[in-house]
């Protein structure tokens, strides 16, 4: 009777990762401003303007690239042309981005992902707030 409880708890436990997993992978991609940095000291650093923004793109589903992009008056956006490329990895309930370029690799974990919010921490535990870019158009 405890390996049946307990083998249908995991399922339970597996499924609802799974889901928080899609669910995140689903709001990755796209335009995303920084809007504060929380330091380890406890100090929050706010942004509120922004010359370049985070582009995301999930390419398949557990690779991707990102790229910084500097937003223009007329809608249209200057691209940087150093672009990260990375892999999801699920480990230990955490969503995982391991970033990987010419000079250097890195870890950063999800927090949270929504439609208008990414919350990630790297290794030296600064926390990272983004905002759902909202591109402006001056006429």
Not at 2 to 27: G, M, P, R, W
């Amino acid at each position: 009777m405890k390996k049946i409880a307990f083998y249908i708890i995991l399922i339970v436990f597996l499924s609802a990762c799974k889901k928080n997993t899609e669910d995140t992978l689903q709001h990755l991609s796209g335009y995303w401003e920084i809007e504060s940095v929380l330091l380890k000291d406890g100090s929050k650093k706010t942004y509120n303007f922004n010359e370049t923004i985070d582009y995301i793109e999930i390419t398949d589903s557990f690779k991707g690239f990102r790229k910084k992009m500097k937003p223009l008056f007329n809608g249209t956006y200057e691209t940087s042309k150093v672009i990260e490329k990375f892999q999801l990895k699920i480990e230990n309930d955490s969503l995982n981005i391991y970033y990987k370029t010419p000079y250097t690799n890195w870890k950063e974990t999800i927090l949270a992902a929504s439609k208008t919010q990414l919350k990630i921490i790297n290794k030296n535990n600064i926390i990272y707030l983004y905002k759902r870019y909202i591109p402006m158009t001056i006429d």
